[in-house]
């Protein structure tokens, strides 16, 4: 049986209730899982390019730099080595792919798991539309405070919003997302979700 959930307007007002799929928000919680697929999001998000050079690889030569005994000093065979200034580096970080591989069906549960916990937790609300009446921050501002929301929180709406994207870039914990690209780190990683009707029937199409 749907579970459903109340419809606010952009005054934070309740004008209906909105019935939501259990395939997406009705689902058990499973840490693991989420875990999982959050540790390989964010092994996907680097870019794995640092380079540094071995003893093997900086300009110079290999000469001796004084000899070995009855100098008072201490024996180097080289002045490419990590002691010297310009030397080569000790474990030098190369090029990688950090990339973890997950199937597609991993990550639908963990995304379906976060947001039906999200919902138990009452960390999601949804809106009738999102409707800007210009696409400036105080807009934004008026529409975070009718609906109380004062920590980090990501708009999900059905397709790309101009006005809601410039009205939220100059607030560091708002984000605006479009419902196919929301992933299950923005689901965690926000203190609340607030998705508009359109933004739902468009992830349930997906997960049904």
Do not use: C, W
């Amino acid at each position: 049986m749907a579970i459903s959930a109340k419809l606010l307007n952009m005054n934070g007002e309740e004008v209906g209730k909105i019935k939501l799929s259990d395939n997406l928000f009705n689902v058990d919680y499973n840490e693991a899982l989420i875990h999982e697929v959050i540790v390989a999001y964010n092994a996907n998000q680097r870019q794995g390019t640092k380079s540094t050079l071995t003893r093997s690889e900086v300009r110079g030569h290999a000469k001796k730099p004084y000899r070995q005994k009855h100098t008072g000093r201490a024996r180097h065979g080289s002045t490419k080595s990590p002691e010297y200034k310009g030397g080569g580096v000790v474990f030098a970080p190369k090029p990688r792919d950090f990339r973890k591989k997950l199937n597609k069906q991993v990550k639908k549960i963990a995304f379906a798991s976060a947001m039906s916990e999200k919902l138990r937790q009452n960390e999601i609300m949804f809106l009738d539309e999102l409707n800007l009446a210009e696409p400036k921050t105080k807009e934004m501002i008026k529409l975070l405070n009718a609906l109380k929301l004062d920590k980090s929180a990501v708009i999900v709406t059905d397709q790309k919003n101009e006005f809601a994207l410039k009205a939220s870039g100059n607030l560091q914990n708002i984000k605006i997302q479009i419902a196919e690209l929301l992933s299950t780190y923005d689901v965690v990683a926000n203190k609340t979700i607030v998705m508009t009707k359109d933004a739902v029937k468009s992830l349930e199409e997906a997960y049904n």
